[in-house]
Nanobody, 121 residues
Framework: QVQVVESGGGLVQPGGSLRLSCAASGSIGSMGTMGWYRQAPGKQRELVAT???????NYANSVTGRFTISRDNALNTVYLRMNSLKPQDTAVYSC???????????????WGQGTQVTVSS
């Protein structure tokens, strides 16, 4: 099994910054793409940003230029630096980790529980 744990959410004022962290652990043979998704109340979950193992990144248009995803492959950890936060960024942010199990080599696709980010004055 692979566990994914997020941290770093909270309440921040508009224009402020937060950094989210996500660590994957367990029976990991090798990691693939890790990424962040968010779901606001009454809306569908949407992609925020992803990073391949080699560091190729992809961002939603709404966060490009404000958010930065990075990862530490040695720690199976991915980060999301969020700057210039807006009220519309308020959502539950969830981490996704893809890779392959150590024992069988079969793929996994694991999600964290999510962390709340609230942008409000």
């Amino acid at each position: 099994q692979v566990q994914v744990v997020e941290s770093g959410g909270g309440l921040v004022q508009p224009g402020g910054s937060l950094r989210l962290s996500c660590a994957a652990s367990g029976s990991i043979g090798s990691m693939g793409t890790m990424g962040w998704y968010r779901q606001a109340p009454g809306k569908q979950r949407e992609l925020v940003a992803t990073s391949s193992f080699s560091g190729l990144t992809n961002y939603a248009n709404s966060v490009t230029g404000r958010f930065t995803i990075s990862r530490d492959n040695a720690l199976n950890t991915v980060y999301l630096r969020m700057n210039s936060l807006k009220p519309q960024d308020t959502a539950v942010y969830s981490c996704n980790a893809k890779g392959w199990y150590e024992s069988t080599g079969s793929p996994f696709n694991s999600w964290g529980q999510g962390t709340q980010v609230t942008v409000s004055s």
